[in-house]
């Protein structure tokens, strides 16, 4: 026995891929202008984290400095 194949009507094919097109289109925008606001969300997460490591590492390299001048001066010898 043999499937048989829906067959539409011209018009409501054409209606339904009209339709389809107009999702597409519809869909990819929205999720391009979805994807907008995460990628700077990352961005911006990205660069926080980054000022924060600097920052950590820059502090550490004052605080050495300055011990070690601390320990060369002569105002804070005892």
Not at 22 to 47: C, D, K, Q, R, S
Not at 55 to 77: H, K, N, T
Request: proline letters at 4%; hydrophobic letters at 65%; charged letters at 15%.
């Amino acid at each position: 026995m043999r499937a048989r194949s829906a067959r539409l009507p011209p018009a409501f094919a054409g209606m339904a891929l009209l339709s389809m097109a107009i999702g597409a289109v519809v869909l990819i925008t929205g999720l391009t202008l979805l994807a907008v606001p995460v990628m700077l969300l990352i961005g911006f997460v990205v660069a926080l984290v980054a000022g924060v490591f600097f920052g950590s590492w820059a502090l550490i390299e004052v605080l050495a400095a300055l011990e070690s001048w601390m320990e060369r001066d002569a105002r804070f010898q005892r």
